[in-house]
């Protein structure tokens, strides 16, 4: 069975930093491609940032480029995104995902395993 943990939301001010780790057990990392989605009240959720199984293909949301990096540790069976300059629209519940057909997609259908969230909150 795939399990995905997520760690690392917090609060934290505006223009801060946050590290999110993914930890994924229970199958082939390297195999998966993987992502970040994020989901804020009353909204729908989200691509963040995705990643292919090794690194060579990722694509970020608009409203973070710049300010956010998605990377993986297959060693590690870590999944990771740090993010920089955090604003308050960052605010959501950020999920991770796993996908055993997908390379680095942004659709959220494109995954088969989700973790159960970190809640991250940007105060002004």
């Known amino acids: 069975q795939v399990q995905l943990v997520e760690s690392g939301g917090e609060l934290v001010q505006a223009g801060g930093s946050l590290r999110l780790s993914c930890v994924v057990s229970?199958?082939?990392?390297?195999?998966?491609?993987l992502g970040w989605f994020r989901q804020a009240p009353a909204k729908e959720r989200e691509y963040v940032a995705v990643?292919?199984?090794?690194?060579?293909?990722?694509y970020y949301q608009k409203s973070v480029k710049g300010r956010f990096t998605i990377s993986r540790d297959n060693a590690k069976n870590t999944l990771f995104l740090h993010m920089s300059d955090l604003k308050p629209e960052d605010t959501a519940a950020y999920s991770c995902?796993?996908?055993?057909?997908?390379?680095?997609?942004?659709?959220?259908?494109?995954?088969?395993?989700w973790g159960q969230g970190t809640q991250v909150t940007v105060s002004s």
């Open positions: 995902a796993a996908g055993t057909r997908v390379r680095a997609g942004t659709n959220e259908y494109d995954y088969d395993y």
């Open positions: 990643i292919s199984r090794y690194g060579g293909v990722i």
């Open positions: 229970g199958g082939s990392f390297s195999t998966y491609g």
